[in-house]
């Protein structure tokens, strides 16, 4: 299936929530193993991010041209860790709020929030779905904080698999979403801009190169290669350029794969994107 799909709004949208609700999801599995970590010196942590799809209409220049959906991603700000990325929104666990927002979700006590994606939830069985409802008041909850994004705003269709992290003990419990309307964005100390990606960038082979990184001895020092190389896309925008790359890239090369079976093409080894890696990549803190 091709790129044509993304052009249609109430097509590609039912696309995502039947593509998703059969998908398998590993949030027992990877909760039970957080759980366990917690008798030992290897303590795991994780949380839910929003990936947030939104159909932007397009724009004039002669004739209407065709709106299209894409991602809109945060690029991080220099004061967290992993500064400069490219993400979905989304961050830790807080027990109690993303709890509350569990039980009034379960008792239906937000009307206006939720989505197509909670009856497939729902029909996974009672431990999945609770889990699902859990992670979407905490994927909810931290796009509010970091975006301003009400969840009023959201419509959910339905969760991915898992993705730990390599470079820390974390692991992702990514959930899609639709962004009903656009909105003021007030950003958080943690944001540093939107970045919007047209889906249909993912179908283009030569936005794809490797991302190679130079890790500073700190780093190697804790197990990091370097050159630390991996695939990536470039985005380009407004005379400014974007990658991404690492775990948000992967998680979107899942979705693709499933809603789409679109597997993203091997990007050209000449194409080789040289950057240096900030010593404070995995603390977010200034260097003294």
Same mark, same amino acid.
């Given at each position: 299936?091709?790129?044509?799909?993304?052009?249609? @709004?109430?097509?590609?949208?039912?696309?995502?929530?039947?593509?998703?609700?059969?998908?398998?999801?590993?949030?027992?599995?990877? *909760?039970?193993?957080?759980? =366990?970590?917690?008798?030992?010196?290897?303590?795991?942590?994780?949380?839910?991010?929003?990936?947030?799809?939104?159909?932007?209409?397009?724009? +004039?220049?002669?004739?209407?041209?065709?709106?299209?959906?894409? *991602?809109?991603? !945060?690029?991080?700000?220099?004061?967290?860790?992993?500064?400069?990325?490219?993400?979905?929104?989304? %961050?830790?666990?807080?027990? *109690?709020?993303?709890?509350?927002?569990?039980?009034?979700?379960?008792?239906?006590?937000?009307?206006?929030?939720?989505?197509?994606?909670?009856?497939?939830?729902?029909?996974?069985?009672?431990?999945?779905?609770?889990?699902?409802?859990?992670?979407?008041? !905490?994927?909810? =909850?931290?796009?509010?904080?970091?975006?301003?994004?009400?969840?009023?705003?959201?419509?959910?269709?339905?969760?991915?698999?898992?993705? @730990?992290?390599?470079?820390?003990?974390?692991?992702?419990?990514?959930?899609?979403?639709?962004?009903?309307? &656009?909105? +003021?964005?007030?950003?958080?100390?943690?944001?540093?801009?939107?970045?919007?990606?047209?889906? &249909?960038?993912?179908? +283009?082979?030569?936005?794809?190169?490797?991302?190679?990184?130079?890790?500073?001895?700190?780093?190697?020092?804790?197990?990091?290669? &370097?050159?630390? $190389?991996?695939?990536?896309?470039?985005?380009?925008?407004?005379?400014? $350029?974007?990658?991404?790359? %690492?775990?948000?890239?992967?998680?979107?090369?899942?979705?693709?794969?499933?809603?789409?079976?679109?597997?993203?093409?091997?990007?050209?080894?000449?194409?080789?994107? =040289? =950057?240096?890696?900030?010593?404070?990549?995995?603390?977010?803190?200034?260097?003294?």
């Amino acid at each position: 299936m091709g790129p044509d799909i993304l052009r249609d @709004p109430a097509g590609f949208r039912q696309r995502v929530i039947d593509a998703l609700s059969g998908a398998p999801v590993d949030y027992a599995e990877q *909760f039970g193993f957080i759980k =366990r970590q917690e008798e030992t010196q290897e303590k795991f942590a994780g949380g839910a991010v929003l990936l947030p799809l939104f159909f932007r209409e397009g724009g +004039k220049s002669g004739k209407q041209a065709p709106g299209e959906y894409v *991602f809109l991603l !945060n690029k991080r700000s220099q004061k967290v860790l992993q500064p400069g990325d490219l993400c979905a929104p989304g %961050g830790g666990i807080h027990p *109690f709020l993303d709890s509350l927002t569990q039980k009034l979700l379960r008792l239906k006590l937000l009307p206006g929030i939720g989505g197509p994606g909670l009856g497939p939830a729902r029909r996974r069985g009672r431990e999945d779905y609770d889990q699902i409802l859990f992670l979407l008041g !905490n994927a909810l =909850r931290e796009s509010w904080e970091e975006l301003r994004l009400s969840p009023f705003n959201v419509e959910f269709l339905g969760p991915l698999p898992t993705y @730990p992290l390599s470079s820390r003990r974390w692991i992702i419990f990514p959930l899609v979403g639709r962004v009903k309307h &656009s909105w +003021k964005p007030r950003l958080s100390w943690e944001v540093e801009k939107i970045i919007p990606i047209p889906l &249909s960038a993912f179908f +283009k082979p030569e936005n794809y190169a490797i991302y190679s990184l130079a890790v500073p001895e700190k780093l190697m020092a804790q197990g990091i290669p &370097s050159p630390w $190389e991996f695939p990536c896309l470039v985005h380009r925008q407004g005379g400014e $350029e974007d990658i991404l790359w %690492g775990a948000t890239f992967k998680v979107i090369q899942t979705f693709f794969q499933i809603v789409l079976n679109f597997p993203f093409p091997s990007p050209d080894p000449q194409r080789v994107i =040289r =950057r240096s890696l900030a010593s404070n990549y995995l603390t977010g803190r200034e260097e003294p």
